[in-house]
């Protein structure tokens, strides 16, 4: 199984996490915050097979790193993977709003004419907004909401719109989004920690103890264990088609 949003770079020692996540029994998609960062962050999985690198530009960084869209452009073909990408409309980032459009706006529009990509959006109380944006750029690629914390009409036509869930301890730790979880069409979950910024058992989050993710949404659907293994890699393969690289 495969953490579909871990910030690897973040970590305090990436390569050794790196290494953990090799050792163990899951993969991850390492998502990046600027497009700045993608080449090192890259090379931390060099000879990894259990890692892939996603290239981003965080909503939160729109405004700063809003001139990396082009190296965004020119890095692109480099991989089948895009995030951390998105909208957030959190109240204290309300003056940098029309950056972090002109910017998802960017990043779509390169991944549409790249022929589409696997995207791990953030869309903290933004999802109207970040529906749109997708809706401006067909073709961008298969969305993944990661950590939805939207209302449940917004979920409704983020499911409506095609959307895939990752779901992780951040979002199972509060009743309201374990309910949300519960409203996911169960073919469109999948996992992911966020690390290191979650934490599990006042830990940072790590890929290689995504089991206890497994085991929660066990309890949650009432389902045993090795169901819901089933189901997430089954969701897995679908999600993945197409985006090999
Ligand atoms: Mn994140």
């Known amino acids: 199984m495969i953490d579909f949003h871990c910030h690897l770079d ?6 050794s996490v790196a290494e953990k996540i090799q050792a163990g029994n899951f993969g991850a998609l ?19 097979s259990k890692i892939r690198t996603a290239l981003g530009l965080h909503p939160q960084l729109a405004q700063e790193r809003r001139g990396e869209i082009e190296l965004f452009r020119a ?10 990408v998105g909208l957030d409309g959190s109240p204290e980032l309300k003056s940098t709003w029309d950056d972090q459009v002109a910017v998802f706006d960017g990043v779509l529009g390169h991944c549409a004419s790249e022929g589409g990509r ?32 939207g209302s449940f009409r917004e979920l409704e036509k983020a499911i409506e719109f095609g959307c895939w869930f990752s779901i992780g301890p951040g979002m199972l730790s509060s009743a309201r989004g374990r309910a949300l979880a519960l409203a996911m069409p169960r073919a469109r979950l999948l996992l992911e920690t966020d690390g290191p910024f979650v934490l599990d058992g006042g830990l940072p ?20 264990d090795s169901a819901i293994a089933a189901l997430i890699e089954s969701n897995e393969s679908a999600v993945l088609a197409g985006f090999a690289r």
């Open 205 to 224: 989050a790590v890929p290689w103890k995504l089991d206890r993710v497994v085991q929660r949404l066990s309890q949650l659907f009432q389902e045993s």
């Open 75 to 84: 890095l692109l073909p480099e991989t089948a993977f895009v995030g951390e």
């Open 118 to 149: 696997l995207l791990s959006i953030h869309s903290r109380r933004a999802v109207g907004p970040t529906l749109a944006a997708l809706e401006r750029s067909p073709g961008a690629g298969r969305p993944i909401l990661h950590w939805f914390s």
């Open 30 to 48: 390492s998502v990046t915050t600027t497009p700045a960062a993608w080449r090192g962050t890259e090379q931390l999985a060099e000879g990894n």
């Open 10 to 15: 973040l970590f305090a020692q990436p390569a």
